[in-house]
């Protein structure tokens, strides 16, 4: 999972959990309405002007991984495109003080924009406040640092419809075992609002939609580094289940080596976010059925955008959403572009031959 256990860590204790209000809709981390992030445009004016302020823009990152690679990509050309030329990026490794380090180091070329994402929202205003302070324009993927206002101290927060990913995994999973079948729902047992949202639109997709499919095991997962233990204890109390749901993609794979170990191709995983390795077991056919994406790529090119009209007086909504994709077998190729605008890799095309 791109938000890996770094950040869920130093979340944990800073975010209550924003469940999805009762009609399915995704709430921000402050609670902040979605709005979707194809509905964020600039004139032609507004275009020209950007161009012509010669402005510069630094990309400070939490990590490197193949989700904030395709985040990158997608700022790194609505930048160019905008004539905003990008003069640092950098890398903190989930290290909260090697991000402050970082700020600090990129503000010595004076960037006109900083995006990044927060590897600990509830000490972040230290690591940013260099940059507000001297007026730079701040775009963030996901949260935004506790005691900040939108607006004010930051331009937005671009991230995923929480909602609608859960829903897509409900959906996935009741194709894949034909609306009918016992489910089991390994769940992230952290208050997490990314996670909790996408978990709790799985659940209430299935529980709601579709009667003759049951979750009959539940098991949360505080830990990532137990989730080979929890699948273990739910496939051997629950060897029946026609289909498992499991939090994201990486926790997924041990659930993928438990089954394995017990000889099951039966029972199909439904998991949130592209992992090649699960993505591979999905082309050859394996217990993986569909891995539910988002747009990644359209979140680097938003944020950008957003930040970038900033500069020229436009006022950017709170919380942009980017649509998601269920990536399936028949459908990985076409996804894997379109979530990271890169093609699938090598290995997952020879499998699909």
Known sequence: MRKTLGIMTALASLFAVHAFAAEGVTTGPNGEK????????????????????????????????????????????????????????TDAGFDASRQKSDVETVMAKKPSIILSLPVDPATA??????????????????????????????????????????????????????KKGKVGYIFHDADFYVTNQRDG????????????????AEAGMADPARSEDIAQAMITQHPDLDGIYVTWAEPALSVLSALRAAGNSHTKIVTLDLNEPAALDMAKGGNIAALVADEAYSIGVTLARASAGSLVGLKAEPFYAVDSIAVTKDTVKEGWKKSLNKDVPEPITEALK
């Not at 639109?201 to 049951?214: G, H, L, V």
Request: a negative charge.
């Open 34 to 89: 979605p709005v979707p992030a194809s509905t964020l445009t600039l004139t032609a004016a507004e275009e020209q002007q950007i161009k012509d302020g010669k402005f510069t823009a630094a990309l400070v990152w939490h990590e490197m991984s193949e989700y904030t690679n395709a985040v990158n990509s997608g700022a790194r050309d609505e930048f160019k495109r905008l004539c905003i030329e990008v003069v640092a990026q």
């Open 125 to 178: 205003a230290s690591v940013y406040d260099p940059a507000r302070q001297a007026g730079v324009k701040l775009g963030f993927v996901d949260n935004s640092p506790a005691g900040y206002k939108q607006g004010q101290d930051y331009v937005t927060i671009v991230s995923d419809d929480l909602f609608q990913m859960g829903n897509k995994a409900g959906i996935a999973m009741a194709e894949a075992l034909g």
């Open 201 to 216: 639109a799985f659940k209430k997709t299935i529980e709601q939609d579709y009667p003759d499919m049951k979750i009959t």
